[in-house]
Antibody
């Protein structure tokens, strides 16, 4: 059974860089799409970006190029770096696994949905 | 970006009732929609993908339908354990986006 575990500092100072890691157990990071999702307290879900072991990445433009995702197959983990953080980046951060497939309009990286989620890690940005 | 609008944002009804949540997309997205259930203090859980395919292990009272710009999540007989917030998500194009959520409570 696949399990994802987020790790990283719970507290980051404003203007600094947030680094989070998602450790994958029970499966290989190869050949799947790995995303980071965040959720401010009491609010909805925001997709941050997605990485594939083949080196492909996609990002949410709302983050204005502050996010970098990467997959490390040798450690079976993937990571998120978010630079120049502010209080608006305070949230619970989730890592997720998705699998691609072919639907009505061709190949979709997340066709089967985000079917595995980590428990989430709370990040607070302090001034 | 594709905007997803969920309605209602909140609903309160009785155990055994049929519940319908709607998700409207700002442009056509074929059937590239997933639905998630999030219980308090927990990570979201995938219910439906490809608009109508039920994820393994999800109770049969959950179903999804729709294509193009309008999608529906249905709970045929609401159970106490279904109290949660439900989110739709589109994956037809990047950036992936979520609806604002529908909070379901029991009267």
């Amino acid at each position: 059974q696949v399990q994802l575990q987020e790790s990283g500092p719970g507290l980051v100072k404003s203007s600094e860089t947030l680094s989070l890691t998602c450790s994958v157990s029970g499966d290989s990071v190869s050949d799947y799409s790995w995303s980071w999702i965040r959720q401010p307290a009491g609010k909805g879900l925001e997709w941050i970006g997605r990485a594939h072991s083949g080196g492909f990445t996609n990002y949410n433009p709302s983050l204005k190029s502050r996010a970098t995702l990467s997959v490390d197959a040798s450690k079976n983990e993937f990571s998120l770096r978010l630079t120049s953080v502010t209080a608006a980046d305070t949230a619970v951060y989730y890592c997720t696994k998705a699998r691609g497939g072919t639907g009505h309009n061709g190949w979709k990286d997340n066709y089967y949905g985000m079917y595995v989620w980590g428990h989430g890690t709370t990040v607070t940005v302090s001034s | 970006d594709i905007q997803l609008t969920q309605s209602p944002s909140f609903l309160s009804t009785f155990v055994g009732d049929r519940v319908t949540v709607t998700c409207r997309a700002s442009q056509g997205i074929f059937n590239s929609v997933a639905w998630y259930q999030q219980k308090p203090g927990k990570a979201p859980n995938l219910l439906i993908y490809a608009a109508s395919a039920v994820q393994g292990g999800v109770p049969s009272r959950f179903s999804g339908s729709g294509s193009g710009t309008e999608f529906t999540l249905t709970i045929t007989s609401l159970q106490p354990e279904d109290v949660a917030i439900y989110y739709c998500q589109q994956y037809n194009e990047y950036p992936l986006t979520f609806g604002g959520g529908t909070k379901v409570e029991i009267k």
